[in-house]
């Protein structure tokens, strides 16, 4: 079974930084495509960022150039760099594993396979 555990939310300040990170225990986890989403309140889910089983990576229009996905399969652990942090960024994260034989799409989002999550961790950019 699937259990990603997320970690590394808190309180900044617009323009500050902060490093999400992901454990995932159960599974071979090299072959997965792995991601993060996230949810305001009242808002539709909107992936983040993806990073598929070779390395590649893809991010939602809303953060590139400010985020940055990376993972460790020696620790099976996934992480979020994110940087220029703005109010609209305020939001549940969270991290999310896809089965094979899921893809990255282009948006920042994995297609396919069967997906597990997190309970999520809280992130709050304040102005």
């Known amino acids: 079974q699937v259990r990603p555990v997320e970690s590394g939310g808190g309180s900044v300040q617009a323009g500050g930084s902060l490093r999400l990170s992901c454990t995932v225990s159960g599974y071979i986890y090299r072959r997965y495509c792995m991601g993060w989403f996230r949810q305001a309140p009242g808002k539709e889910r909107e992936g983040v960022a993806a990073?598929?089983?070779?390395?590649?990576?893809s991010y939602a229009d809303s953060v590139k150039g400010r985020f940055t996905i990376s993972k460790d399969n020696a620790k099976n652990n996934l992480y979020l760099q994110m940087a220029s942090l703005k109010p609209e960024d305020t939001a549940m994260y969270y991290c999310?594993?896809?089965?094979?034989?899921?893809?990255?799409?282009?948006?920042?989002?994995?297609?396919?396979?069967?997906?597990?999550w997190g309970q999520g961790t809280q992130v709050t950019v304040s102005s």
């Open positions: 999310a594993a896809n089965s094979p034989p899921a893809v990255a799409g282009s948006d920042g989002n994995c297609y396919g396979g069967i997906n597990s």
């Open positions: 990073i598929a089983s070779d390395g590649s990576t």
